[in-house]
Structure formats: C-alpha cells, structure tokens
C-alpha cells in the first residue's frame, strides 16, 4: 500500500525541486528526494526529508527507492535544461529527459505509483501564434531542449490513455521561473545557468557584463517579452495539482505564469530599482530559437487548480537578490 503523505521527488535537490521539498514538509508530507547531484546540491535537502541519490536513467535506482518508501505520486523535476546546450548535444537531453522518462514512468508502473506531477515549459510552444498562450495553441518546440519535454507529454498522454484506472498525468508547462526562498539557503547556484533575472543581478554586482540578445525584436523597446514566475508560487500550484487528482482532474496540461511581460530592458530598469546599483550590459546578436514575446495564460490554472500566485516582480527581484549575495 501507498503512504498518501509520502512524494517522491525526482530532481529535489535542484533549484526547482529543493524549493518543493520544503513547501511539502511545511504541508505536512513526507518527501523522498531521488537526485543523481548533477546540477543539484546535497546541501539544498532539507535533512527531515530522505534523501535517495540515484539516476533516473537506471531503473534499478528508482524501483528500490519506490519499493522501499511507496509514494502516492512522483513530482518530476529532474532534467537537463539549458537550451543552447541542448543544440549542441541533442542526444544528452534525449537520454536525460526523454529516455530516463520512460524509464521512470516503467518503475511507476511495476511499483503501482499511479500519479505523477511533471515539470514541463514554456519552450514546448516555440513561437506562439497568440498571445497570451493558451495550452491549445500549437506546440511547436524549436530546440531539443523543448522537443524532449513535448515527448515526455506524448508518453504521458499514451500511457495513461492505455492504463486508465492506473496512471494519470497532470503536466505543468513554466514560464520564467525566479526568485528564491524568502527564508534563504536555496536559490539558481551553478556555472550553467543563462536565465536572465540570475545573469543582470550578477551584472549589478560587477561580476560580468550583461549581453542582451538583440535589440531588434517586433517589441515596443526591441528587447525580447517574457512572463516571471516566483519559484514558490510555481511549487504552491503542484501543492494544488496533488490535491486536484482528489477531485478527478487527470490527465491535464496547465501553463504556470503570472500573466504580465516584462522586456529585457524594463527587467533592467526594475533589478537598478530593486537593488540601487547600476547594470552594465551589451547588446549582441538575437539567439537563433528565442521567440519574440512569451506570455502565459494562466486562465485554466486560475479557475481548475484555484492557482493565485502571489509574488510580484519586485520580490521575485528582491528574494533573488538576497539569494546572490548570501
Ligand atoms: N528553471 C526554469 O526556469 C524552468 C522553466 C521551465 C521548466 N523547468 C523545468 O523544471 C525542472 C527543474 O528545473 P530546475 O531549474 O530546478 O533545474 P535544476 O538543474 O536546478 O534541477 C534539476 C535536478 O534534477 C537532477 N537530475 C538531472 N538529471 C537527473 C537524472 N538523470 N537522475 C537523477 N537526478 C537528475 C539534477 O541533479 C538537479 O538536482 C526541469 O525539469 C526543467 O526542465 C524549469
């Protein structure tokens, strides 16, 4: 039998997961964190939670970990996710995303976890048709990085059609995810990282110049659009898919964003604000892939889920900044 309380946390000790971990404890669960450290910090688990490491990609690893703790769900965090790096090395993320899926989602079965939580993104749309995006608008990745989590859909939605009363999805599709716990001691940590609110507040400790890439987009100032996420309010709406399952919502995509675009520059403008200091930056060449504007419709999160996220910018900004300079 299945503990109900008990979470298995696929990629709990990176950015995402870690932050996940912790707003499961304060809720009462018991999460198992499953994590390999590839980009992810041991020190980042909380030490009420257990901690497992293992790969996702050796089906042995997850099945004594699934035998020994019986879940009631996975949360699947752990990927690889840099883009450009995702170009240059295609079969990485095929192996790491799509592959160790597969393999997960097998060790669910035999072990007889029939829900899972998976964590997927904003780059499955590649450059939508119409803003805000909905989750019909087409999907059409333009990197590996976003065709790998598009496949993992695909697999999920088939394998829940095929197993009906045994295994259901919900997958939640990110905008911009920032900021940090407001309590600190997890944040974005690591030599990889190419999001932009990590990149201008290292610029405004003078640690390296900012490069925005291009200045010519179809935008009102040219910088590229995105929408901005705070990483709790983003755990907050997997705390309400997990309950949503009670309720009978199965197999369902939803997009998590706040709504509301920020350019690059207005970014700039509003990090000189939050911290006083001054961002010293570039302009390079526009980054084949990137899409001009990016903003969620968070409609069907807001009205299924009962999703309300609560940071805005500024303590994205702020909660992000006391994590740089810890
Ligand atoms: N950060 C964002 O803005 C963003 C946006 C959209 C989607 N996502 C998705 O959210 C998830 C979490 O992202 P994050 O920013 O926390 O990244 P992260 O790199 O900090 O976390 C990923 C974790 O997974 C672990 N991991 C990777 N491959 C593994 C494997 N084979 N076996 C076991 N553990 C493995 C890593 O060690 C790491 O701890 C990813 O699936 C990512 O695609 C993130």
């Given at each position: 039998?299945?503990?109900?309380?008990?979470?298995?946390?696929?990629?709990?000790?990176?950015?995402?997961?870690?932050?996940?971990?912790?707003?499961l404890l304060e809720e009462g669960f018991k999460p198992i964190v499953?994590?390999?450290?590839?980009?992810?910090?041991?020190?980042?688990?909380?030490?009420?939670?257990?901690?497992?490491?293992?790969?996702?990609?050796?089906?042995?690893?997850?099945?004594?970990?699934?035998?020994?703790?019986?879940?009631?769900?996975?949360?699947?965090?752990?990927?690889?996710?840099?883009?450009?790096?995702?170009?240059?090395?295609?079969?990485?993320?095929?192996?790491?995303?799509?592959?160790?899926?597969?393999?997960?989602?097998?060790?669910?079965?035999?072990?007889?976890?029939?829900?899972?939580?998976?964590?997927?993104?904003?780059?499955?749309?590649?450059?939508?048709?119409?803003?805000?995006?909905?989750?019909?608008?087409?999907?059409?990745?333009?990197?590996?990085?976003?065709?790998?989590?598009?496949?993992?859909?695909?697999?999920?939605?088939?394998?829940?059609?095929?197993?009906?009363?045994?295994?259901?999805?919900?997958?939640?599709?990110?905008?911009?995810?920032?900021?940090?716990?407001?309590?600190?001691?997890?944040?974005?940590?690591?030599?990889?990282?190419?999001?932009?609110?990590?990149?201008?507040?290292?610029?405004?400790?003078?640690?390296?110049?900012l490069t925005v890439f291009g200045k010519d987009w179809p935008t009102?100032?040219?910088?590229?659009?995105?929408?901005?996420?705070?990483?709790?309010?983003?755990?907050?709406?997997?705390?309400?898919?997990?309950?949503?399952?009670?309720?009978?919502?199965?197999?369902?995509?939803?997009?998590?964003?706040?709504?509301?675009?920020?350019?690059?520059?207005?970014?700039?403008?509003?990090?000189?604000?939050?911290?006083?200091?001054?961002?010293?930056?570039?302009?390079?060449?526009?980054?084949?892939?990137?899409?001009?504007?990016?903003?969620?419709?968070?409609?069907?999160?807001?009205?299924?889920?009962?999703?309300?996220?609560?940071?805005?910018l500024d303590e994205i900004i702020e909660t992000a900044w006391q994590?740089?300079?810890?």
């Amino acid at each position: 039998m299945s503990d109900k309380k008990v979470i298995f946390v696929a990629g709990g000790a990176g950015y995402i997961g870690s932050h996940m971990t912790r707003l499961l404890l304060e809720e009462g669960f018991k999460p198992i964190v499953f994590d390999n450290l590839s980009t992810g910090f041991r020190e980042f688990v909380p030490k009420e939670a257990r901690f497992v490491r293992g790969d996702l990609r050796r089906e042995r690893d997850i099945e004594n970990a699934l035998e020994r703790y019986r879940p009631s769900a996975v949360m699947h965090f752990a990927a690889a996710l840099v883009v450009p790096e995702s170009v240059s090395d295609p079969l990485k993320y095929y192996e790491n995303n799509v592959a160790a899926a597969i393999t997960l989602l097998r060790a669910m079965r035999r072990q007889k976890v029939k829900r899972i939580i998976f964590s997927s993104t904003a780059a499955v749309y590649g450059e939508p048709q119409r803003i805000p995006v909905r989750e019909d608008n087409p999907a059409c990745p333009v990197n590996p990085y976003g065709r790998s989590k598009l496949m993992i859909e695909a697999i999920l939605k088939d394998t829940a059609y095929a197993y009906p009363e045994d295994f259901r999805y919900i997958s939640l599709r990110y905008f911009n995810v920032a900021g940090a716990h407001p309590a600190g001691g997890i944040g974005q940590k690591g030599p990889q990282i190419t999001h932009l609110i990590p990149n201008i507040l290292r610029a405004a400790m003078g640690s390296k110049k900012l490069t925005v890439f291009g200045k010519d987009w179809p935008t009102p100032d040219g910088t590229c659009i995105r929408d901005y996420i705070h990483v709790v309010d983003l755990c907050q709406a997997h705390l309400l898919a997990l309950k949503a399952f009670d309720r009978g919502v199965n197999n369902e995509i939803f997009n998590l964003g706040s709504s509301k675009g920020f350019s690059v520059k207005a970014m700039i403008r509003a990090v000189e604000q939050v911290t006083g200091k001054k961002v010293p930056h570039r302009y390079g060449p526009r980054r084949p892939g990137d899409p001009a504007r990016l903003i969620a419709s968070s409609k069907k999160a807001r009205e299924i889920l009962g999703w309300r996220p609560r940071y805005g910018l500024d303590e994205i900004i702020e909660t992000a900044w006391q994590w740089e300079n810890r």
